[in-house]
């Protein structure tokens, strides 16, 4: 199946949301190809008449937050064409959508629609279960000030997407790759000699970027303050613990007059991020945004055959 490449209306609409509508294409290239396989639609092509066209709606199913509407409008447009197809968007990327909320209304080949309807509803499902996620990890340190943000923990691939995701859901994204910020972990102090060592050598190679040092004790914390870093993740501290590191934080820039951040990460629940975000932390991050969100339930109906 030969596919189409997006109009300059919707490229446009994707580089606003600061996504970059190449990677979007070779995400669905990649996905249509996939479930293709050299071949064809079989069952489509069996059943509907090349010619017929019809009218269908994405509708969600179940309470939530959405993401990756104008990725599916991509779907639609790269499988059925632009100039023979038509996409009326009824909801926008980052709305609080309820079970039978109608998203958006196609009119398309009966045909082609149907090959574009799992890999467009695939990508908007995972998406929109990022964003209620994330929506609902905000939504529970509200008022607190805390940050919630993302990981590298992504699906190979997806990355820009999933972050994108944390976007629409109110988060906020950590580093992109792994070179636009250093984030010097455990094992990179182990390596180093140490977290002194470990940051000197960061700084000595990436004298502009933001270093980020994880410690797991308050004494690693307060070395990696005298070090000179820019964010501190505090892993796996309980609340107590994170209230003294806080503190900490606080001393040191009545000190020195520098503001560190402090990050909290690992054994972090729903049910306990609030007591986390109160301790005085700026960001909270949660891997499981991207790793482990389970999908927002969103279906295609047929509204009439044209």
Same mark, same amino acid.
């Given at each position: 199946?030969?596919?189409?490449?997006?109009?300059?209306?919707?490229?446009?609409?994707?580089?606003?949301?600061?996504? /970059?509508?190449?990677?979007?294409?070779?995400?669905?290239? /990649?996905?249509?190809?996939?479930?293709?396989?050299?071949?064809?639609?079989?069952?489509?092509?069996?059943?509907?008449?090349?010619?017929?066209?019809?009218?269908?709606?994405?509708?969600?199913?179940?309470?939530?937050?959405?993401?990756?509407?104008?990725?599916?409008?991509?779907?639609?447009?790269?499988?059925?064409?632009?100039?023979?197809?038509?996409?009326?968007?009824?909801?926008?990327?980052?709305?609080?959508?309820?079970?039978?909320? !109608?998203?958006?209304?196609?009119?398309?080949?009966?045909?082609?629609?149907?090959?574009?309807?799992?890999?467009?509803?695939?990508?908007?499902?995972?998406?929109?279960?990022?964003?209620?996620?994330?929506?609902?990890?905000? /939504?529970?340190?509200?008022?607190?000030?805390?940050?919630?943000?993302?990981?590298?923990?992504?699906?190979?691939?997806?990355?820009?997407?999933?972050?994108?995701? !944390?976007?629409?859901?109110?988060?906020?994204?950590?580093?992109?790759?792994?070179?636009?910020?250093?984030?010097?972990?455990?094992?990179?102090?182990?390596?180093?000699?140490?977290?002194?060592?470990?940051?000197?050598? !960061?700084?000595?190679?990436?004298?502009?970027?933001?270093?980020?040092?994880?410690?797991?004790?308050?004494?690693?914390?307060?070395?990696?303050?005298?070090?000179?870093?820019?964010?501190?993740? &505090? /892993?796996?501290?309980?609340?107590?613990?994170?209230?003294?590191?806080?503190?900490?934080?606080?001393?040191?820039?009545?000190?020195?007059?520098?503001?560190?951040?402090?990050?909290?990460?690992?054994?972090?629940?729903?049910?306990?991020?609030?007591?986390?975000?109160?301790?005085?932390?700026?960001?909270?991050?949660?891997?499981? &945004?991207?790793?482990?969100?389970?999908?927002?339930?969103?279906?295609?109906?047929?509204?009439?055959?044209?």
């Amino acid at each position: 199946m030969e596919l189409h490449s997006l109009s300059a209306e919707l490229r446009s609409r994707l580089r606003t949301q600061g996504l /970059d509508s190449d990677y979007v294409e070779r995400v669905i290239r /990649d996905t249509i190809s996939e479930d293709l396989d050299g071949g064809v639609d079989v069952t489509s092509v069996a059943t509907v008449p090349v010619e017929q066209r019809s009218v269908v709606t994405f509708g969600s199913r179940a309470t939530g937050c959405l993401a990756g509407l104008d990725v599916a409008a991509a779907v639609v447009e790269m499988v059925c064409g632009v100039s023979a197809s038509s996409f009326e968007r009824l909801k926008t990327d980052g709305d609080r959508v309820v079970k039978g909320d !109608v998203l958006a209304r196609v009119e398309a080949p009966t045909q082609y629609m149907l090959t574009a309807e799992r890999t467009a509803l695939n990508l908007m499902c995972h998406l929109s279960g990022i964003a209620t996620a994330t929506s609902q990890w905000v /939504d529970a340190v509200a008022g607190t000030g805390a940050i919630i943000r993302d990981t590298r923990k992504t699906t190979p691939g997806l990355r820009i997407l999933e972050k994108y995701a !944390v976007r629409c859901g109110g988060g906020q994204n950590h580093r992109m790759s792994l070179s636009d910020a250093a984030l010097v972990k455990d094992n990179h102090i182990a390596a180093a000699g140490g977290v002194e060592q470990a940051f000197s050598k !960061v700084r000595e190679l990436a004298s502009s970027l933001p270093i980020e040092i994880e410690v797991d004790t308050l004494d690693q914390l307060r070395v990696a303050l005298d070090a000179g870093a820019d964010v501190v993740l &505090l /892993d796996n501290m309980p609340p107590s613990v994170m209230r003294e590191a806080v503190a900490i934080g606080a001393e040191h820039k009545r000190s020195t007059g520098r503001d560190v951040l402090l990050e909290a990460s690992g054994g972090l629940t729903l049910s306990n991020a609030r007591d986390v975000a109160e301790t005085g932390v700026h960001f909270i991050s949660v891997g499981g &945004l991207t790793h482990s969100s389970p999908i927002l339930d969103i279906g295609l109906d047929f509204e009439t055959i044209v």
